[in-house]
T-cell receptor
Framework: KAGVTQTPRYLIKTRGQQVTLSCSPI?????VSWYQQTPGQGLQFLFE???????NKGNFPGRFSGRQFSNSRSEMNVSTLELGDSALYLC????????????FGEGSWLTVV | QQQVKQSPQSLIVQKGGISIINCAYE??????FPWYQQFPGKGPALLIA?????SEKKEGRFTISFNKSAKQFSLHIMDSQPGDSATYFC????????????FGQGTRLTINP
């Protein structure tokens, strides 16, 4: 069974640009969440989706948005990039039966220059 | 109230020794406390988890001790091995069934051979 797949793995963007990151959850998982990981702030929750509906949201500005498709795949978008948005963005998924077991992908490394 | 405080930031243990990482929380609504292990370039992987109605949980060389009254929990790694060298994160969940986790700042563990 394939794990959580995130694309792209690495990307470099310029300040002011926008970026879209993609996540394919483990097959059969309908819950998907996103986290930002930085050396200074650690792992911080961005948002969570279940059946195409945002269920929870973290304390991030409106420049950070996400969505989930009917096949449970998810995307997150960051608009008007700032240098401080440079981070590892992690996607996670869990099944309905075992909601406590949250599996993370390997992340997308975003560098803003 | 949403914070989880983790210590120490870094830890060096000799092979065969016991590694101990501690976490403290404030929010009594937290209902699930997982520990994650992260290797460089990889996403966090669930190691072991505990609910607040249990004082201890053991899985192989890994044990969680939970003190509900003190609002503290800790990870013990027995017979630590060089392959255990990684960053460890404690976390807590405040919404039952959700993927929203509050993470500690992480502990970089090094096991010397």
């Amino acid at each position: 069974k394939a794990g959580v797949t995130q694309t792209p793995r690495y990307l470099i963007k310029t300040r002011g640009q926008q970026v879209t990151l993609s996540c394919s959850p483990i097959s059969g998982h309908r819950s998907v969440s996103w986290y930002q990981q930085t050396p200074g702030q650690g792992l911080q929750f961005l948002f969570e989706y279940f059946s195409e509906t945002q269920r929870n949201k973290g304390n991030f500005p409106g420049r950070f948005s996400g969505r989930q498709f009917s096949n449970s795949r998810s995307e997150m978008n960051v608009s008007t990039l700032e240098l401080g948005d440079s981070a590892l963005y992690l996607c996670a998924s869990s099944s309905d039966s075992f909601r406590n077991t949250i599996y993370f992908g390997e992340g997308s490394w975003l560098t803003v220059v | 109230q949403q914070q989880v405080k983790q210590s120490p930031q870094s830890l060096i243990v000799q092979k065969g020794g016991i590694s101990i990482i501690n976490c403290a929380y404030e929010n009594t609504a937290f209902d699930y406390f997982p520990w994650y292990q992260q290797f460089p370039g990889k996403g966090p992987a669930l190691l072991i988890a505990i609910r607040p109605d249990v004082s201890e949980k053991k899985e192989g060389r890994f044990t969680i001790s939970f003190n509900k009254s003190a609002k503290q929990f800790s990870l013990h790694i027995m017979d630590s091995q060089p392959g255990d060298s990684a960053t460890y994160f404690c976390a807590a969940r405040g919404i039952q069934g959700a993927q929203k986790l509050v993470f500690g700042q992480g502990t970089r563990l090094t096991i010397n051979p």
